[in-house]
């Protein structure tokens, strides 16, 4: 079974995107649950809503953890959908990720197909579509929930799954489109916490036993925060 997690809290510009990831999900994968996931935080803590949509799927299946603004390309999705099972590892259905903005975003709504409208390409992005089994996101301890509001919890999560893990998450030759909206604020003092934490990714970044026992410092946070992950 595949199950579609949208990590989703309502904001008015994010809803025309919101809408067309749901639509695509819907008409490209009739057979998967695309269920959306938020918590109970007062800022919206993106780690935290993939770690619960994770733990909500049973071990075996497989999850695709999508942000709600980014449509993937079908063929490196499926690819990865059949390799996440066995693979070990978590998959990125892309290695090309073009954000559209407001005028390729338009042309999209208009009816160019998504390969087609304009774009700016995100060098180094590792986030937008995860392809995994709970079994492989919890061998390298998920997200870091003390990472809150926006930044930095997808690049941590990229070191510690190549440093834990042997190899980065696998990419598949393909593209995702980032829809327009608006951009959040990436400053104050969640911002520049975040921040902080990353940096202490990268200092054990490459040494398994020094990531073990700092992951396993993160998964006990996050198991304070909320029993039972």
Partial sequence: MVTVVLPWRPQPSRLPAFDDVRAWYAAN??????????????????????????????????????????????????????????????????????????????????????????????????????????????????????????????AAWYIAHETLLGEPPRRHVGRVFALHHTAEVREGPDYDANAARMQRYRDVSGDPEAMARFMFDVTASNARVRPGL
């Fill in 29 to 154: 994968l009739p057979d998967a649950e695309v269920v959306t996931v938020d918590s109970d935080d007062d800022v919206f803590v993106l780690a935290r809503c993939r770690n619960l949509g994770v733990a909500g799927v049973a071990d075996g299946d497989v999850v695709v953890i999508g942000d709600a603004d980014t449509i993937p390309e079908l063929a490196p999705l499926h690819e990865a959908i059949a390799a996440a099972p066995t693979s070990g590892v978590v998959h990125l259905p892309y290695d090309e990720y073009r954000w559209l903005g407001r005028e390729g975003t338009a042309a999209f709504r208009d009816g160019t197909p998504l390969a087609d409208c304009d774009f700016e390409l995100v060098r180094g992005a590792c986030s937008g579509v995860y392809v995994t089994t709970p079994e492989t996101w919890r061998s390298h301890g998920g997200q870091d929930e003390r990472f809150r509001g926006w930044g930095f919890e997808d």
